[in-house]
C-alpha cells in the first residue's frame, strides 16, 4: 500500500474533530427539543412544515431522508396534536403536514431555547473563525461531490 500524501493526511485529520462537532450539534438539538417533548426528528419534519404545508415525499427530498422514516415520524407529530393533515390540490393520495396551533407553540419554544444555545455557544467564538471554518466546510463538500461526480461519470 502507498504511504498517503500529505493532502490526504490533512483531510483525514478532520474526519475525528468534524465528527465531534457533528455530535456535539446532535446533543444540543437533542437536549433542546427534549425540553419541549420533542424528539430532533419531530422538530427537523414539524419545522419542514412550518413555513408551508407540505407532503411527506416533499419533506423527506428536503431533509434527504427516506419517506418512510418521516411517515413515520410526521404520523408520531399528528397524534401528539402538534400536526394535522390537509388535503392536497396537487395529489389526492398524498396529504399535507400542517402544523397545528400547539405545533407552533411548540416549536417557537424550541426555537427560542435553540437560539439562546447558539447566542451563548457564539458568543464564545471569533465571528471570523467561524466564518472561515464555514467557508473550509463548504469548499470540502463541493470538492468531495465533484470527485464522486466524476467517479460516476466515469463508471
Not at 424528539?39 to 423527506?60: C, E, F, K, Y
Request: aromatic share 6%; charged share 20%; no cysteine.
Amino acid at each position: 500500500m502507498p504511504a498517503p500524501s500529505p493532502d490526504a493526511l490533512a483531510l483525514t485529520s478532520l474526519v475525528v474533530p468534524v465528527s465531534e462537532l457533528q455530535a456535539e450539534f446532535l446533543y444540543a438539538a437533542e437536549s433542546v427539543a427534549e425540553r419541549h417533548g420533542l424528539t430532533p426528528a419531530r422538530w427537523q419534519v414539524l419545522g419542514a412544515a412550518l413555513a408551508q404545508a407540505q407532503s411527506v415525499a416533499d419533506i423527506a427530498r428536503t431533509l434527504g431522508l427516506a419517506r418512510q422514516s418521516v411517515q413515520r415520524v410526521a404520523d408520531d407529530v399528528v397524534e401528539l396534536g402538534w400536526g394535522d393533515w390537509a388535503t392536497n390540490p396537487r395529489h389526492a393520495r398524498a396529504k399535507l403536514l400542517v402544523p397545528t396551533e400547539a405545533g407552533r407553540q411548540v416549536l417557537e419554544a424550541t426555537q427560542r431555547d435553540q437560539l439562546q444555545w447558539a447566542d451563548a455557544v457564539g458568543s464564545r467564538l471569533n465571528p471570523d473563525d467561524v466564518a472561515a471554518l464555514r467557508g473550509l466546510m463548504e469548499r470540502v463538500t463541493t470538492v468531495s461531490r465533484a470527485y464522486w461526480d466524476e467517479i460516476e461519470a466515469g463508471a
